[in-house]
């Protein structure tokens, strides 16, 4: 009887496939523009928090930023003046730098009295380099940056302002590209996801961004400094032992630093096959299955969507339309962070862009796909 009745659906279903899909993908492109005028109306004017400068702190701690730079020559002088005009007074940067670009060479050139730079040596990883400038810092509080970033007087008063007063003293913060690089489509992708999600941020996080955080230097040597071999995902991994401590992260979505977004989808292919295989090789070792989690659906979801459409000879025309269905969801998302984002950042939404978001959305489930081979692969788990 149940067997009957089910195959009785799966008719009725197969002889209204089209229709039924058809009805799907205007009820999700339907519930993404009422969530794009619904989002966008409650921040039609976001609240911005009153920048306090550091003269108006009830102190000003010794600030050692920590860079570890190797094939940077492209960024690396930017990234040290960006430092050294800050106003800050009571800082620091503790520069490691090398690769056979050229980047030590650059770098010593900026070397005095507020910037020490060490020379890396091929294969000592960022880890270590990290170790070796904490260990001539002065500071009493520790910045974390990438040496493709670019300081300035906002985005380093936001972050540090909660440690200087003593609410925090692990504080984390965003990032946002540099402005020629803001007209490229597949930056603009990527920045206004991000803008999105800088809104959307709770007060407190359970990871830190590496190129943009701050933390008592108490707080980092009870967790251990640098000193545990991390080949790749530093960053994750500290997040992880500093939750495992039980220290709370503070979120300042307002500290945006300046960074280098990649321009080429296979920088950004990479970027992100690199980033999810950290969550799947520290993750389970933390016992973050919230995270092992987000990747295997994600993986899951994107297997879906390729497998479904090839058993259309099999499965008949049913397969065809809920592979349909999952990738209108998909695009449908990524449309709606693009148009909600781009309204944060006060820019607009090409249609070009637009038209892009199913080509991203393929590098999106690449990256997936490669970190999970790579998570599997012992010859790829450790590299960078």
């Not at 620091?92 to 010593?108: Q, V």
Request: proline share 7%; net charge positive.
């Amino acid at each position: 009887m149940l067997l009957d009745l089910i195959a009785q659906v799966i008719e009725l279903v197969r002889s209204y496939v089209t229709v039924l899909t058809l009805a799907g993908i205007v009820g999700v492109s339907l519930n993404t523009w009422r969530r794009w005028r619904q989002d966008s109306a409650r921040w039609a004017n976001p609240p911005l928090p009153a920048f306090v400068p550091p003269e108006a702190w009830p102190s000003q701690p010794q600030v050692s930023a920590l860079v570890a730079a190797w094939n940077e020559a492209g960024n690396i002088e930017r990234h040290v003046h960006s430092f050294t005009q800050l106003r800050y007074p009571h800082k620091e940067l503790m520069l490691c730098a090398g690769g056979p670009d050229g980047t030590y060479a650059l770098a010593r050139r900026w070397a005095g009295p507020q910037v020490t730079v060490l020379e890396q040596q091929p294969g000592e990883g960022k880890q270590r380099a990290l170790q070796r400038c904490l260990e001539q810092a002065t500071g009493t509080t520790i910045l974390l940056v990438d040496a493709d970033c670019e300081f300035s007087d906002e985005a380093f008063a936001r972050l540090l302002e909660p440690l200087a007063r003593g609410e925090a003293q692990v504080v984390t913060g965003v990032s946002q590209p540099r402005a020629d690089q803001r007209g490229y489509p597949l930056v603009q992708y990527q920045w206004f996801r991000d803008i999105l999600a800088s809104y959307q941020m709770p007060p407190t996080v359970d990871g830190v961004l590496g190129r943009n955080c701050a933390l008592s230097r108490s707080v980092l040597e009870d967790v251990g400094e640098f000193r545990t071999p991390v080949r790749t995902g530093t960053d994750y991994y500290l997040s992880r032992v500093l939750m495992q401590r039980g220290y709370t992260i503070h979120a300042a979505p307002y500290s945006r630093i300046v960074t280098e977004y990649p321009e080429t989808p296979s920088a950004y292919v990479r970027m992100w096959r690199r980033w999810n295989k950290n969550l799947l090789i520290h993750g389970p070792r933390f016992r973050m299955w919230k995270d092992v989690r987000s990747v295997a659906t994600a993986f899951a979801v994107y297997g879906l969507m390729v497998l479904l459409p090839l058993l259309t000879p099999l499965l008949g025309p049913i397969a065809l339309g809920a592979g349909l269905l999952l990738a209108s969801i998909a695009l449908a998302n990524r449309i709606y962070r693009q148009a909600v984002g781009a309204h944060l950042a006060n820019e607009r939404v090409s249609w070009k862009n637009l038209l892009y978001t199913p080509y991203y959305m393929g590098l999106d489930m690449l990256a997936v796909f490669l970190s999970v081979y790579d998570s599997l692969d012992a010859r790829h788990r450790a590299r960078w």
